[in-house]
């Protein structure tokens, strides 16, 4: 089992939609949890980023973060075709000092219009 | 904002070049580290370095090198590249403090072909 799943999509939906995105994990040290967005040929951009459980809201984005289940998502209201993209996430455990983050494979996202 | 830039956005090179990845951040960053992304497999680490002169291997450094002379500065190197390496090659920076430091931030990415 990967240390962390999230399903590839592609996750297709109308423009205006809710988005949901998820990811799990099984390493209950995690602690710092993070979005990426990547376009298409480019790199991945930080969206989110939240320590340990709750929600954090940035404008149409919300993350939460359940570590009682291991299951982390990414809230997007009102989705513009825009948004499309492939969604990473990823996640840490703290360790004094530098530590690599593990990323999900990301979930490939397109609103259509 | 943090910026991180890599020296080529796209690369052909034949088999057998040696081909040099650079990649440079702005944060004054301690951490950096090189990643490949293929269809389906994600995000692989390469090498990371987390300071000057200092590197360690990551999930798949056959084939690769990397080299940090400065600070700012991370360089990943094919010795003696394959039609195998032909990827998207991911550049990143990180701090070493508490809080939003441990998060990465991504240069925009080296498409290499090797034919």
């Known amino acids: 089992q990967k240390e962390v799943e999230q399903d590839p999509g592609p996750l297709s939906v109308p423009e205006g939609a809710i988005v949901s995105l998820n990811c799990t994990y099984s390493?209950?040290?995690?602690?710092?949890f993070m979005w990426y967005r990547q376009y298409s040929r480019k790199g991945p951009e930080l969206l989110m980023y939240t320590y340990s459980s709750g929600n954090k809201e940035d404008g149409r984005f919300t993350a939460q973060v359940d570590k009682s289940s291991k299951y982390i998502s990414l809230f997007i209201r009102d989705s513009q075709p825009s948004d499309s993209a492939t969604y990473l996430c990823?996640?840490?455990?703290?360790?004094?000092?530098?530590?690599?983050?593990?990323f999900g494979r990301g979930t490939s996202l397109i609103v259509h219009p | 904002d943090v910026k991180v830039t890599q020296s080529s956005r796209y690369l052909v090179k034949r088999t057998g070049e040696k081909v040099f990845l650079e990649c440079v951040q702005d944060?004054?960053?301690?951490?950096m580290f090189w990643y490949r992304q293929d269809p389906g497999l994600g995000l692989r680490l390469i090498y990371f370095?987390?300071?000057?002169?200092?590197?360690e291997k990551g999930d798949i450094p056959e084939g690769y090198s990397v080299s940090r002379e400065k600070k700012e500065r991370f360089s990943l190197i094919l010795e003696s590249a394959s039609t195998n390496q032909t990827s998207m090659y991911l550049c990143?920076?990180?701090?070493?403090?508490?809080?939003?430091?441990?998060?990465?931030?991504f240069g925009p990415g080296t498409r290499l072909l090797v034919l």
């Open positions: 370095s987390y300071d000057v002169k200092m590197k």
């Open positions: 944060m004054d960053h301690e951490n």
């Open positions: 990143a920076s990180m701090g070493g403090g508490q809080g939003d430091q441990e998060t990465q931030y």
């Open positions: 390493n209950s040290a995690f602690q710092y």
């Open positions: 990823a996640m840490s455990e703290p360790s004094g000092g530098s530590y690599i983050p593990t």
